[in-house]
Structures are given as C-alpha cells and as structure tokens.
C-alpha cells in the first residue's frame, strides 16, 4: 500500500470510527460532561473535520488509477444512475416525519403509520448515501473509491443498524413499533407508492447533482452523460 492511499485509509477509519464512538459507547459520558448541545457541537466539528481529512486525501491520490473491473460502459453507467435516482429519492423523502432525526415529536412520528418514503424502508437516508457508494464502486472501482465510498457505505449501513437498537433504548416500544411496521431492508415495490413529494424532490435532486458532477469532478453523469 503506497503512502497516499494508507493516508486515505486512516482518514476513513477516523470518519467511520469517530462516528460509531461518538454515536454509542462515548455518548453519555460525553452528554453528562457537556450536555445536549456541547455533545452535538463536538460531534459536529469531529465529524466535519475527519470527512474533510478524507476528501483532501481522497483528492490528493492521482486520478489514472487501474479500476479493478471496467466500469465506463453505458450499462453500468445506467445502472448507477438508476441507483443514484432511487437514492435521491430516498434522501428527499427522508426529511418528512422522520422518527430517526432528533425531533421533540419523534416518538409520536414512531407510533403513526409508514408513510412516503418510509414504506420503503425505516432508514431511508442511510440507504440514500449506501446507494451512492454502490453506484459510484459500479462505475469506477479505484482503490481511492473503494476506499472511500466503502467508508460512507458501512457507515450508513452499520450505523443505521446501531441506530435502530440506540432507539429501543431510548424510545422503547414506540420505536418497537416502528419496527414492526417497517424493513431495514428497502423493499423496492413500495417506490411507486411513496408520493409525489419524494419523487420530485429526489428528481430535482438527481439532475442538480449529476448536472453538476461534470464541473466538479470531469465527469458527465446521469443523463447528461448522453445528451
């Protein structure tokens, strides 16, 4: 392993890291010290400062890396926007009523019925930010991108697993309901049913940030790369 790419491997165990720590087994005692807003604070400038850590060094590899598949043909390209429209979808819903996010309500929000995007899965902003690593690996599997889509992608997945058991800690048979009533796992029949809100919120989303995916990487995306 060459020295830029441990330098991004050690960025990202500090991002995943630091967030799992800072998520369960630091949190009360750091809560009991600082309290609720001291807490968040922290989190944010530790979190804010390892992914910028992991961007920089992400940015400082050289970009004509051998891909371990080739990944520049149409069909992978559509499968990964395919995935990345779903995804957007799923992040512009997840903002509606969602019992996960710190909210004075969240324990009504978990004992109400799925709905939107929630129908889908119970974690549909972890799996908006797993469907991006994945659609980014499909297209140029680097070991700069595995590395660092792998990161954010076991970050969503495993935290939102970790997240669900902190919520029976803390919200218990509310949040037991939630679970009943809802899959970690995406249950994809259940798109065509979550509302017009989520679809053209995350269609929006899905142009602007393929459209901008040129300028800021090189590199067309979505259907910009065909027209």
């Known amino acids: 392993m060459n020295e830029q790419l441990a330098g991004l491997v050690a960025a990202s165990l500090a991002f995943v890291g630091s967030h799992f720590?800072?998520?369960?087994?630091?949190?009360?005692?750091?809560?009991?010290?600082?309290?609720?807003?001291?807490?968040?604070?922290?989190?944010?400038?530790?979190?804010?400062?390892?992914?910028?850590?992991?961007?920089?060094?992400?940015?400082?590899?050289?970009?004509?890396?051998?891909?371990?598949?080739?990944?520049t043909g149409d069909g992978a390209w559509a499968v990964a926007s395919v995935l990345m429209l779903l995804g957007s979808v799923l992040l512009a819903g997840s903002f509606q009523g969602n019992p996960a996010l710190p909210d004075p309500r969240a324990q009504d929000l978990a004992?109400?019925?799925?709905?939107?995007?929630?129908?889908?899965t119970r974690h549909p902003m972890m799996w908006s930010f797993a469907l991006w690593s994945a659609s980014?690996?499909?297209?140029?599997?680097?070991?700069?991108?595995?590395?660092?889509?792998g990161a954010i992608g076991l970050l969503a997945l495993?935290?939102?697993?970790?997240?669900d058991n902190k919520k029976i800690a803390t919200m218990g048979a509310d949040w037991e309901s939630w679970e009943r009533k809802t899959s970690y796992l995406p249950r994809l029949t259940a798109l065509a049913g979550v509302g017009l809100v989520p679809w053209l919120g995350g269609a929006v989303l899905w142009l602007g940030a393929t459209w901008l995916h040129l300028s800021l990487i090189g590199l067309?995306?979505?259907i910009w790369r065909w027209i």
């Open 136 to 149: 980014h690996i499909a297209v140029s599997p680097t070991p700069r991108v595995l590395v660092l889509a």
């Open 111 to 120: 004992r109400k019925d799925p709905h939107g995007v929630f129908k889908v």
């Open 220 to 222: 067309p995306a979505g």
């Open 21 to 71: 720590a800072l998520s369960h087994p630091l949190r009360a005692g750091l809560v009991r010290r600082l309290g609720d807003k001291g807490f968040m604070a922290l989190y944010s400038v530790v979190a804010l400062a390892t992914f910028a850590w992991m961007a920089l060094a992400f940015r400082a590899m050289p970009m004509g890396e051998t891909p371990l598949w080739d990944g």
């Open 158 to 163: 495993v935290g939102a697993r970790l997240q």
